[in-house]
């Protein structure tokens, strides 16, 4: 009995090999609903194989160290340095060597939705998370470039076990830990890309969390940067204790 054409769609949603003896089958069916059907999984598999060795190639930095029997390699990135208003957030993350969701990259690079869903793999299947967490005062207090670089220290002593080497977005922490800063890694480190997606995930719950407490000034859709609403709420309500006074404008406004 022939398949339809529509059994054939379906079943090649299953199907990730191409070596899977059912694909010889249908290339040589002369439909040309089927022909269309091979043409567009063609298309999506060869964008898999694309996003694998991507993948792959994010792990390269780790995989040096794995190949040598380092077994905590513990990527760190921050979010937070260029709002008015809220914490700067770091995260550290140990993955294991089997760890395997190929979408996990640089959290700019995702949508919302794919960032909530990692977010939760990465909780569940990551040996370690730590984050560190540093307020609007001491933001003021110290500068931002230092805040960042605290809130990283922060999230590192947050992990246990203890990292035995660190791979850091463009920065270097005063940790007697072996490390390599690597200029926008995460988008070259799947450990770093992991590390992303928790403080910018975290950080997004907790501006959400703000807008409530903090209603006119758009937390939960701006994430305390100087948007239009964020700047027409300053002007009129003034500055909350989660403004950063040393930023301008919010420092106008005292």
Known sequence: MTETISSIRSLLKQIDDIFDVRLLKWRADSRIGVQTALKSWDKHYAKLR?????????????????????????????????????????????????????????SKQLSAKKREMLYHIIIE?????????????TIDDINIYQAAKLAMTKAVKDLAPEPE??????????????????????????????????????????????????????????AGYGTKEHLDGLKKRGITPIHRQSFQPVHDQL
């Open 50 to 106: 694309q996003q694998e060795e991507a993948f792959q190639g994010r792990f390269s930095f780790e995989r040096h160290y794995w190949d040598q029997g380092v077994t905590y390699i513990a990527g760190i990135d921050e979010v937070g340095r260029g709002p008015l208003a809220g914490p700067v957030i770091a995260a550290a993350v140990i993955l294991p060597s089997d760890f395997h969701h190929i979408d996990v990259i640089d």
């Open 125 to 137: 299947q990551a040996i370690s998370i730590g984050v560190g967490i540093v307020d609007a005062a």
């Open 165 to 222: 080497v660190l791979l850091i977005d463009a920065m270097s922490l005063d940790i007697p830990i072996t490390q390599e800063s690597l200029i926008k890694g995460d988008a070259l480190s799947n450990s770093i890309g992991a590390a992303s997606i928790i403080a910018k995930v975290t950080r997004d719950r907790l501006m959400t969390e703000y807008s409530v407490m903090y209603p006119g000034y758009g937390f939960a859709n701006n």
